[in-house]
């Protein structure tokens, strides 16, 4: 099924440096592959099983010729046939085309696309540009930023001292004092 073919160890290579990552030889290469930024696990199964190399080998057995078929088959996968539902950027804004993007592409690509949205004053373009919530999620009580919302606690309250002198008594007759409530009585009309 897989054409198999052994290295000695001599050749074996203990960093193999793919898509510009480098992946440590002793990883299985389905496994290596899937670190790829932009390449999942079940992508990496089927760019291995259509370019017919066992996903259970160790990539740093791998021959220089295996590693360059790897590498055009994960910069290009319509190549080596695998359908376009596997993209990850389908129906492109700029190209129109299907497309798979890995590494930097993809944040340049996203940041490209959001910076769009802003320019065009979308909703979402709209939302990104203050900070909020693009994919409809409540913002009621969660993502909220900054100092605490809700209650104000005040600082703690010092314990008062029994003072040493006795209260003072109003004089007879005498208006008693103000206990902090300096608003006028209401008036009935």
């Not at 440590?24 to 899937?34: D, R, Y």
């Not at 099983?49 to 021959?63: A, C, H, K, M």
């Not at 003072?168 to 208006?175: K, S």
Request: charged share 20%; with cysteine; hydrophobic share 35%.
């Amino acid at each position: 099924m897989y054409a198999i073919q052994q290295l000695s160890v001599a050749e074996y290579k203990h960093i193999v440096r793919i898509a510009g990552k480098d992946i440590e030889g002793s990883k299985k290469i389905v496994v290596a592959i899937s670190q790829i930024r932009g390449i999942g696990h079940n992508l990496a199964q089927v760019i291995l099983e259509s370019l017919n190399v066992n996903p259970n080998l160790r990539i740093g057995f791998l021959t220089d010729n295996e590693i360059s078929e790897v590498e055009t088959g994960i910069k290009n996968p319509s190549r080596t046939g695998i359908p376009s539902w596997y993209f990850n950027r389908r129906k492109d804004m700029d190209t129109g085309g299907n497309n798979h993007l890995i590494s930097s592409e993809l944040d340049f690509a996203a940041s490209s696309d959001i910076e769009r949205e802003k320019s065009v004053m979308s909703w979402r373009g709209y939302r990104h540009m203050f900070g909020l919530r693009v994919r409809g999620q409540c913002t009621r009580t969660t993502g909220r930023r900054g100092g605490a919302v809700g209650v104000k606690k005040i600082g703690k309250a010092l314990p008062t001292v029994p003072s040493a002198q006795p209260a003072t008594q109003p004089a007879a007759g005498g208006a008693a004092p103000a206990t902090g409530n300096t608003s006028p009585p209401p008036q009935n009309q």
